[in-house]
Structure formats: structure tokens, C-alpha cells
């Protein structure tokens, strides 16, 4: 991230910067200040008016303008008291910071059991909920959240000082509020041409907020495994964060993006050195945050292509009964699965389980209750197992022993599934399409083997997705613009060039599939065509 921008890509902007006082909110005024923006920058105690006027004195040396009024956004009369002053003052604002937090402190504490919830949670939800606030709220704004890395994985069970649960609770429910918020505000809210796009920054622990030096205090052992986790061994900085925050304030982010700040990751734009076998359309990863040696998390934002069928009727490729397919496996099945370098076109193990579960949905109808039904499968109780590999040319027979699947060329079975479970639905009009349960595994699958590759800083092998000990559960659909968190837990002591782990799939902190006991193998990257020659040679 740049120290700063030589132009002044923020003129002529407003932003309402909460907690500006001190800390990251001090820094990220300056920062907002250098980029040309006007900050208004409350501050709830008037006992600190010397502090916050510090801050004003620092932005007008730099040739900035900022106003910090006394205000409490916890309390009502003073959000409503805030956003008219605002109003008269400035006529708009462009954007919104909320980077005020609390919990930690005791007196608070035990006068609210509240407070930390209220602080960090519903006052932000409160004060964008007000209807001043709609009317000042101008154009394409933007609505910034500064969370941490244990409040945004709160509910993933990442360890965390039990000092700071009060906080992380807190920041959680804040940020959960202002995600819906936002999405009802653009969805019935807004005016012809307007649009509230909502992101968050989240850091590290981070070095020189008070925080940090209270948690140092009280537990000096802990924070230092603490600052090992850090991207670099090292804690990121006050004015890392403000850099980071101020570059999102500029607008050029999607609809709940997440910045992560000094928190070791694979970017987007790294994803084809560490995982080079995929193309970006079958790639189901676009960003993988590290949280320690075994816990990993993913993230893809679901597209419109992962809900079609692979096996279209036009092609003929997929000729089903009831119980038994025979599919003619086609070049076109395989491509973008191996990018071309590798020479090699596999038909994926993922469409092999979609293959599968379109056969068993005839089979599992007709020995239900037929076209009544809209069969949906929702767990595989296990295992699945990938045997040799297929290739183009080859043709496949799918025979379906309800609830088990088994896939043979000629003789030999190259694949297997066990415990196909069903849901039944009764049947209606065609839904919307989710994405398919297969690419869910899929994007499990390629999750674990990139936090193996990162955790172990290797990127000459390749890992092979072999199978899953299961069970595989889909519990609500995917739609196209959702936001997939895909939690990998890596197991220890699977042995040399094997490794295996659990990976849940949430949608907004809601568990939407579980993928438990995925297998994969390792193999060189040059060593590949010679893995599928041996797993050919059974074939004969």
C-alpha cells in the first residue's frame, strides 16, 4: 500500500471518521487529509477536547480541514445532534469510518453488561439507520468497517486472548449489522443514481494502539505468539492501517470486500503461481488468509457459471436411465481443468460426483414417488474415492446401487461414491439455480490444497484432490454475487507427499456445506503426465 498518493484523489469529499481522536483514527485522518478530504472526526468525552484538537492541529499543518465535535454515538441525542450539524455545516458527506471500538474497559463493563455490544455493534447500525443520515449520504458512498482479525473470525474458534472476547463479540455483531444494513439500504433506501458500497479493514494486532500495550500488560507470553502469526513475524503499524483504510476510502473496491492489514495471505493476483494447474475459470479461490499453522480460510465470490449444468442435453455427451448413465467423455469436459502448459486434459473428479448425483436424482424419483418430487441432493455420507484418472475418449458407465454410485471404464471401477442422501421436495416451477454441489467440493478441495502449499512455502507440486472419507453435507443453496468463507482445518501426521482436512463453507457466518476428510496427494509439477500414465496402466 502506498505511504501516501501524490495527487488528491479525496478532494471536494467529506467522511465521517468515528474514534478520530487517538490511535488508527488519528492516523487515518491525516491520511484521509493528504488525499484532499474534509474529515469530521467526534469524539465522546469532552475531558480529551485537547487531544482531539492535537489532531486538528496536525491536519491543518498538512493544509487539510477537520472538525471534531463532542459526541457519544452511542446515545441517540447526540447521532441525531451530529448528523444535523453536519448537515448544515457540509450540505453532504461521501463516506462513513466507523473505526470507534470498546469492551476492554472494566467500570463500562459493569455498569452495561451491554456496553461492549452496544459500542462496537448497534451504535454504528443506530447511526446509519438515522434519516438525516439518508439525506446527506451522497451518490456512490461508501461505508467502511474496521474490524480485527479475532472479531472477523469469531465464529471460526481462531484462539484469541480471552481479554479481548468482549471486543471481538462486539466488532463481530457490528459488522454483521452493517453488511444487512447496507444491502436493505440498497436495495429499498436509496435514490435514482445512489449506491452505499460497504468494505471493511481488517488488521492484525496491531502495534501502538492502546489495545495492544493493555494485552502486552496483562499477558505478555500470549502476545507473543501472537506477533509470530503476523504476516512477516512482525506487527503491522498504526499508520499501516490508516494507509489501508484511506485507499478503501477512495471507492475503487466491490460491495463487502475485505483489506486485510499485516494478516499472512495469497492475493488474487498470486493465485496462478501457486496454483497453476487451474485457469481462472475453474479456479474457486481468490484470496486465502493464513490464521495459523492448521486453520486457513478461502474466499470466491459465487458467478453465474458455476450454476450451469457441465452436461448439456444438446451434446448428447450423457445418456441416463433410471439407474445407469454412459458418458462419452469429451475434450470439451476437461478443458480449463490443466491449464494448456501442462499438456494434459483429466476429466475432473468434481464433475464425476455431478454425474453421478443428475443419474441418482432419476434413480432416487422413480423409486419415490416419480414426477412428484423435486430431488435434491443434500449429503454424501462417504466415502468418495478417485481411483484412475479418465481421459477424453474414454467412456464412462455410471451405475447407481441406491444410495451408492460406482464409475467403471469396461471393467474397472475408476471412481466410487458411497451414501448418496436425498432430500425430498415437492416438485414447482423451476427454481434458481445454486451452485452445484459438485463445484462446492471442488472449491473445498482447491482451499486445502493452497493452505497446505502456503503453509509449507512450496510451489513446485501440485496437489491432487484423491477423494473425501465424508461426510459431504450441502445445507442451503449458493447463489451468483454470494461471498463463499471457506474455513480449511489441516490434520498433522498424514504422512510424506499425502495430507488431508475438514473445510466448512459459510455465507454471511452461516454454514452452507461441509466437506470433512478430503484426501489429496502431491506430485511434482513437471512429475504430472507420468502420475497419469501410472494410474493409466491398470487400464491397460
Given at each position: 500500500?502506498?505511504?501516501?498518493?501524490t495527487?488528491k484523489?479525496?478532494?471536494?469529499?467529506?467522511?465521517?471518521?468515528?474514534?478520530?481522536?487517538?490511535?488508527?483514527?488519528?492516523?487515518?485522518?491525516?491520511?484521509?487529509?493528504?488525499r484532499g478530504?474534509?474529515?469530521?472526526?467526534?469524539?465522546?468525552?469532552?475531558?480529551?477536547?485537547?487531544?482531539?484538537?492535537?489532531?486538528?492541529?496536525q491536519?491543518?499543518e498538512?493544509?487539510?480541514?477537520?472538525?471534531?465535535?463532542v459526541?457519544?454515538?452511542?446515545?441517540?441525542?447526540?447521532?441525531?445532534?451530529?448528523?444535523?450539524?453536519?448537515?448544515?455545516?457540509?450540505?453532504?458527506?461521501?463516506?462513513?469510518?466507523?473505526?470507534?471500538?470498546?469492551?476492554?474497559?472494566?467500570?463500562l463493563?459493569?455498569?452495561?453488561?451491554?456496553?461492549?455490544?452496544?459500542?462496537?455493534?448497534?451504535?454504528?447500525?443506530?447511526?446509519?439507520?438515522e434519516?438525516e443520515?439518508?439525506r446527506?449520504?451522497?451518490?456512490?458512498?461508501?461505508?467502511?468497517?474496521?474490524?480485527?482479525?479475532?472479531?472477523?473470525?469469531?465464529?471460526?474458534?481462531?484462539?484469541?486472548?480471552?481479554q479481548?472476547?468482549?471486543v471481538?463479540?462486539?466488532?463481530?455483531?457490528?459488522e454483521?449489522?452493517l453488511?444487512?444494513?447496507t444491502?436493505?439500504?440498497?436495495?429499498?433506501?436509496?435514490?435514482?443514481?445512489?449506491?452505499?458500497?460497504?468494505?471493511?479493514v481488517?488488521?492484525?494486532?496491531?502495534?501502538?494502539?492502546?489495545?495492544?500495550k493493555?494485552?502486552?500488560r496483562?499477558?505478555?507470553?500470549?502476545?507473543?505468539?501472537?506477533?509470530?502469526?503476523?504476516?512477516?513475524?512482525?506487527?503491522?503499524?498504526?499508520?499501516?492501517?490508516?494507509?489501508?483504510?484511506?485507499?478503501?476510502?477512495?471507492?475503487?473496491?466491490?460491495?463487502e470486500?475485505?483489506?486485510?492489514v499485516?494478516?499472512?495471505?495469497?492475493?488474487?493476483?498470486?493465485?496462478?503461481?501457486?496454483?497453476?494447474?487451474y485457469?481462472?475459470e475453474?479456479?474457486?479461490v481468490?484470496?486465502?488468509?493464513?490464521l495459523?499453522?492448521?486453520?486457513?480460510?478461502?474466499?470466491?465470490?459465487?458467478?453465474?457459471k458455476?450454476?450451469r449444468f457441465?452436461?448439456?442435453?444438446?451434446?448428447?455427451?450423457?445418456?441416463?436411465?433410471?439407474?445407469r448413465?454412459?458418458?462419452?467423455?469429451?475434450?470439451?469436459?476437461?478443458?480449463?481443468?490443466?491449464t494448456?502448459e501442462f499438456g494434459?486434459?483429466?476429466?475432473?473428479?468434481?464433475?464425476?460426483?455431478?454425474?453421478?448425483?443428475?443419474?441418482?436424482e432419476?434413480?432416487?424419483a422413480?423409486?419415490?414417488?416419480?414426477?412428484?418430487?423435486?430431488?435434491?441432493?443434500a449429503r454424501?455420507?462417504?466415502?468418495i474415492?478417485?481411483?484412475?484418472?479418465?481421459?477424453?475418449?474414454?467412456r464412462?458407465?455410471?451405475?447407481?446401487?441406491?444410495?451408492?454410485?460406482?464409475?467403471k471404464?469396461?471393467?474397472?471401477?475408476?471412481?466410487?461414491?458411497?451414501?448418496?442422501?436425498?432430500?425430498?421436495?415437492?416438485?414447482?416451477?423451476?427454481?434458481?439455480?445454486?451452485?452445484?454441489?459438485?463445484?462446492?467440493i471442488?472449491?473445498?478441495a482447491?482451499?486445502?490444497?493452497?493452505?497446505?502449499?502456503f503453509?509449507?512455502?512450496?510451489?513446485?507440486?501440485?496437489?491432487?484432490?484423491?477423494?473425501?472419507?465424508g461426510?459431504?453435507?450441502?445445507?442451503?443453496?449458493?447463489?451468483?454475487?454470494?461471498?463463499?468463507?471457506?474455513e480449511?482445518?489441516l490434520?498433522?501426521?498424514?504422512?510424506?507427499?499425502?495430507?488431508r482436512?475438514?473445510?466448512?463453507?459459510?455465507?454471511?457466518d452461516?454454514v452452507?456445506?461441509?466437506?470433512?476428510?478430503?484426501d489429496?496427494r502431491?506430485?511434482?509439477?513437471?512429475g504430472?503426465?507420468?502420475?497419469?500414465?501410472?494410474?493409466?496402466?491398470?487400464?491397460?
Amino acid at each position: 500500500m502506498p505511504e501516501s498518493l501524490t495527487g488528491k484523489p479525496l478532494t471536494g469529499q467529506v467522511f465521517l471518521l468515528t474514534g478520530a481522536s487517538r490511535g488508527i483514527g488519528a492516523a487515518t485522518a491525516l491520511e484521509l487529509a493528504r488525499r484532499g478530504a474534509v474529515v469530521i472526526g467526534p469524539h465522546r468525552d469532552p475531558g480529551k477536547d485537547s487531544r482531539a484538537a492535537e489532531v486538528v492541529r496536525q491536519v491543518e499543518e498538512i493544509g487539510g480541514r477537520m472538525v471534531a465535535p463532542v459526541a457519544d454515538v452511542t446515545r441517540p441525542e447526540h447521532r441525531a445532534s451530529l448528523l444535523a450539524q453536519i448537515k448544515q455545516d457540509f450540505g453532504k458527506i461521501d463516506g462513513i469510518i466507523f473505526n470507534h471500538a470498546g469492551g476492554m474497559e472494566k467500570d463500562l463493563l459493569e455498569a452495561s453488561p451491554n456496553y461492549h455490544l452496544e459500542v462496537n455493534g448497534y451504535s454504528k447500525l443506530y447511526l446509519f439507520q438515522e434519516a438525516e443520515l439518508a439525506r446527506i449520504l451522497q451518490g456512490r458512498s461508501v461505508v467502511i468497517d474496521v474490524p480485527s482479525l479475532w472479531s472477523t473470525f469469531y465464529h471460526t474458534g481462531i484462539e484469541q486472548l480471552p481479554q479481548y472476547t468482549p471486543v471481538a463479540i462486539g466488532k463481530k455483531l457490528g459488522e454483521q449489522l452493517l453488511k444487512k444494513a447496507t444491502r436493505d439500504y440498497n436495495q429499498f433506501d436509496q435514490q435514482a443514481g445512489e449506491h452505499v458500497t460497504f468494505g471493511s479493514v481488517c488488521g492484525h494486532a496491531i502495534e501502538g494502539t492502546t489495545t495492544i500495550k493493555l494485552l502486552r500488560r496483562m499477558n505478555p507470553e500470549a502476545m507473543q505468539a501472537v506477533e509470530q502469526t503476523a504476516e512477516g513475524g512482525k506487527l503491522p503499524t498504526i499508520a499501516d492501517m490508516a494507509n489501508a483504510i484511506a485507499f478503501m476510502a477512495e471507492g475503487d473496491f466491490a460491495d463487502e470486500d475485505i483489506v486485510f492489514v499485516g494478516v499472512p495471505q495469497i492475493r488474487p493476483g498470486e493465485m496462478p503461481d501457486v496454483l497453476p494447474m487451474y485457469s481462472g475459470e475453474t479456479r474457486y479461490v481468490n484470496r486465502l488468509v493464513g490464521l495459523d499453522r492448521q486453520r486457513f480460510v478461502g474466499y470466491y465470490r459465487v458467478r453465474e457459471k458455476d450454476t450451469r449444468f457441465h452436461f448439456d442435453d444438446a451434446d448428447g455427451s450423457l445418456d441416463s436411465s433410471s439407474d445407469r448413465a454412459i458418458l462419452d467423455v469429451r475434450r470439451n469436459h476437461t478443458i480449463g481443468h490443466f491449464t494448456p502448459e501442462f499438456g494434459i486434459s483429466v476429466f475432473p473428479g468434481h464433475k464425476m460426483i455431478a454425474a453421478c448425483e443428475e443419474v441418482a436424482e432419476n434413480n432416487f424419483a422413480n423409486i419415490t414417488h416419480g414426477e412428484v418430487i423435486d430431488p435434491r441432493l443434500a449429503r454424501i455420507e462417504g466415502p468418495i474415492a478417485f481411483k484412475i484418472p479418465v481421459l477424453p475418449g474414454d467412456r464412462l458407465s455410471i451405475e447407481i446401487d441406491h444410495p451408492d454410485a460406482s464409475l467403471k471404464i469396461g471393467n474397472t471401477e475408476v471412481a466410487s461414491i458411497k451414501g448418496l442422501q436425498f432430500e425430498e421436495r415437492a416438485w414447482a416451477a423451476p427454481r434458481r439455480r445454486g451452485m452445484g454441489f459438485d463445484r462446492l467440493i471442488e472449491a473445498a478441495a482447491q482451499t486445502l490444497g493452497l493452505a497446505y502449499l502456503f503453509r509449507e512455502g512450496v510451489k513446485d507440486v501440485l496437489p491432487l484432490f484423491s477423494g473425501v472419507r465424508g461426510p459431504v453435507e450441502y445445507l442451503r443453496d449458493v447463489y451468483p454475487g454470494e461471498q463463499l468463507e471457506m474455513e480449511a482445518v489441516l490434520a498433522e501426521g498424514e504422512g510424506k507427499n499425502r495430507f488431508r482436512g475438514d473445510v466448512n463453507i459459510r455465507v454471511d457466518d452461516q454454514v452452507v456445506a461441509k466437506v470433512l476428510g478430503i484426501d489429496c496427494r502431491l506430485s511434482p509439477i513437471r512429475g504430472i503426465g507420468r502420475v497419469i500414465s501410472l494410474g493409466r496402466m491398470i487400464l491397460g
